[in-house]
């Protein structure tokens, strides 16, 4: 079975300062994408960042980065410069069988920004 | 702008009544959309697959008497709570891929707003 799992079930930062959030994962597929996604207060799910297995590079996205570990299954998120809007639940999901199909989600972890 | 459009955002029912939830892809077709169930302070669920003119597909433990699921368009998915009792009380969320060209996966998911749901 395809999972994946995040062990901060909480974190805070201060504004203007760094954060990574971990997420792990496991798979026997060799191809597949993996997601960060934000959900704030609102509920409403906003994609921050993408990575396709296949690629090396980490993704950027502005203030958003990843650190993609293939090998160890390690799939982190860094955000630079907190800000208080960056306040939010923030979810790792998977498509892990490459399908492109249904996604797996992480069970969360809420990052609170603080002034 | 939203891609996705779920409708109603709030609904407030009594038990044993029946109640839809919409999930429209607005400026793309979607053959495929998810039906997502969330409880509080926890992740996503997926309850089902729905499937463009077939049968949707049902995650283990989800009863598909009980959550209805017709895709009768390339733009429309409605689940329908049949018989609504104040545990099926939560947050559903739909969502759709809009495929681009070339790679599988080439697009993410687009999620609509959620719905919250209450049976009194």
């Known amino acids: 079975a395809q999972t994946v799992t995040q062990s901060q079930p909480e974190m805070s930062v201060q504004e203007a300062e760094t954060v990574t959030l971990s997420c792990t994962y496991d798979t026997s597929e060799n191809n597949y994408y993996l997601f960060w996604y934000k959900q704030p207060p609102s509920r409403q799910m906003i994609l921050v960042i993408r990575?396709?297995?296949?690629?090396?590079q980490n993704a950027t996205e502005n203030r958003f980065s990843v650190n993609f570990q293939k090998a160890a299954k390690s799939f982190s998120l860094k955000i630079s410069d907190s800000q208080l809007g960056d306040t939010a639940m923030y979810f790792c999901?998977?498509?892990?069988?490459?399908?492109?199909?249904?996604?797996?989600f992480g069970s969360g972890t809420q990052l609170t920004v603080l002034p | 702008g939203a891609v996705v459009s779920q409708h109603p955002s709030r609904v407030i029912c009594k038990s044993g009544t029946s109640v839809k939830i919409e999930c429209r892809s607005l400026?793309?077709?979607?053959?495929?959309m998810f039906w997502y169930r969330q409880f509080p302070k926890q992740s996503l669920m997926l309850m089902a697959t729905s499937n463009e003119g077939s049968k949707a597909t049902y995650e283990q433990g989800v009863e598909k008497d009980k959550f209805l699921i017709n895709h009768a368009s390339l733009t429309l998915s409605t689940l329908t709570v049949t018989s609504a009792h104040p545990e099926d009380s939560s947050f559903y969320i739909c969502s759709a891929r809009r495929w681009g060209p070339g790679q599988l996966g080439n697009s993410p998911l687009h999620f609509g707003n959620g719905t919250r749901l209450t049976v009194t």
């Open positions: 999901a998977s498509d892990l069988t490459g399908s492109a199909r249904q996604l797996t």
């Open positions: 400026d793309f077709q979607a053959t495929t």
């Open positions: 990575q396709e297995a296949y690629k090396q």
